[in-house]
Every structure is written in C-alpha cells, then in structure tokens.
C-alpha cells in the first residue's frame, strides 16, 4: 500500500517561498502510470489542487497558481517537492500530497501538513 | 473556470438515507469523484468515475451524475458516516481539477 508524507517547515514570511516535500513509501514513483499531485485545503474550505508531476519530469498547474509554482521529483530518494513563492497569508492552509490516477482523482493522500503565512 | 455548488450542510437519522448533491454546467458530461473527510484527517475516496467504489468502501456508498447534478446517496446511514462530502471533476477546458466547497453530513 502506497503511504505519502509531507515534511517542512510550518511557518513561512509573507513574499518568501514556502518548500514542502512529500517522501513516497510502498512504491516507486519511477514506475509510471500516476501522477504525484500537491493540494492544499485552508481551513473551513474544500480543497485546491495546485498541481502535479509525473516520474518523467512533466508537469502541469493550476492555472490560478501556475505564475507562483514549482514541482520537481527526487527519483533517487523517492520523493517530489513543491515550491510555492510570494506567499501571503492567502496561502496559509494543510497542504496534502497525493497520489493522481487516471481521469485526474486522488486514490492516495499524506496525512497534511499546516503551513501558517505570518511575519 | 469551472464551478462546483454543494449545500453546506445535510443530515440524516441512522438508518436512513442521505442524498448529497453537487451542482454544476453540464456536470452528466464531465467525469465525477467524492471523497469524504473526518476532522483533522485527510480525504478519502470514496465514489470514483461517478459510480465506482474503492476497495473497502461500503455498498451503502453510491453515486449519480446526470444534467447538471451528481449525487453522492449513501444508504443506511451511521454513527461514522458523519464527515464532510467533497465532489471533485477534471475540467479539460482549463485541464484543472476542482473541487466544491463540501457538505458536511450529520448524523441525528
């Protein structure tokens, strides 16, 4: 069973970046056939997909945060990151990692971490 | 870019049944998925390509999705049913995913 988790820091500075990684357990993020998406949820909302990657290096956004987002992967370790810049405390929300299937829905979520935009 | 409507709110004595509805443009033609959600834990997939359940989801767990209205019927209800419901599609206009806004579901 796939397992993900999500690590970094839970505070951030409005305009600095925020960097989360997810580590991906129970299977190889190499061995195709899903995405690896980012999804953040703040509180009291429904969730926000803001974009994914696949184990090629190919990735596709949200479009209302595509200007701001960065995913890579780290095959070697098994995991992929997000980058987030310019934060305000718009961001401020638990954001999810989570495993992507076929016509676009989330089969494997982590636990989530709260990341706080506040100086 | 695309929307989802769901009322914010529903309940159902157990044993009943609870009928969940998300609301969007020609949703019957997009491809529709619900998760469910207990406090301070993660979404989970319960309802995928409209109709199908996940290993491990109970059969009391159904949906719909005709028009402009999915629906997330889950029959028999109890105790644990009681989260918040979140319907999700792929809009291929935008090629973004979104999700509505949520229904929590009580259990009277």
């Known amino acids: 069973q796939v397992q993900l988790q999500e690590s970094g820091p839970g505070l951030v500075k409005p305009s600095q970046t925020l960097s989360l990684t997810c580590n991906v357990s129970?299977?190889?993020?190499?061995?195709?056939?899903?995405?690896w998406s980012w999804i953040r949820q703040p509180a009291g909302k429904g969730p926000e997909w803001i974009g994914r990657?696949?184990?090629?290096?190919?990735?596709t956004y949200s479009p209302s945060l595509k200007s701001r987002v960065t995913i890579s992967l780290d095959t070697s370790k098994n995991q992929f990151s997000l980058n987030l810049s310019s934060v305000t405390a718009a961001d401020t929300a638990v954001y999810y990692c989570?495993?992507?299937?076929?016509?676009?829905?989330?089969?494997?979520w982590g636990q989530g971490t709260l990341v706080t935009v506040s100086s | 870019s695309y929307t989802l409507t769901q009322p914010p709110s529903v309940s159902a004595a157990p044993g009943k049944t609870a009928t969940i509805t998300c609301a969007g443009n020609?949703?019957?033609?997009?491809?529709v998925h619900w998760y469910q959600q207990k406090p301070g834990q993660a979404p989970i997939l319960v309802i995928f390509?409209?109709?199908n359940r996940p290993s491990g989801i109970p059969e009391r767990f159904s949906g719909s999705n005709s028009g402009n209205m999915a629906t997330l019927t889950v029959t028999g209800v109890e105790a644990g049913d009681e989260a918040d419901y979140y319907c999700?599609?792929?809009?291929?206009?935008?090629?973004?995913?979104?999700f509505g806004g949520g229904t929590k579901l009580t259990v009277l």
């Open positions: 989570a495993r992507e299937m076929g016509i676009n829905y989330f089969d494997f």
């Open positions: 129970g299977g190889s993020i190499s061995s195709g056939g899903y995405y």
């Open positions: 990657i696949y184990f090629s290096g190919i990735t």
């Open positions: 020609n949703i019957g033609n997009k491809i």
């Open positions: 390509y409209d109709t």
């Open positions: 999700q599609v792929w809009d291929s206009a935008s090629d973004d995913r979104v």
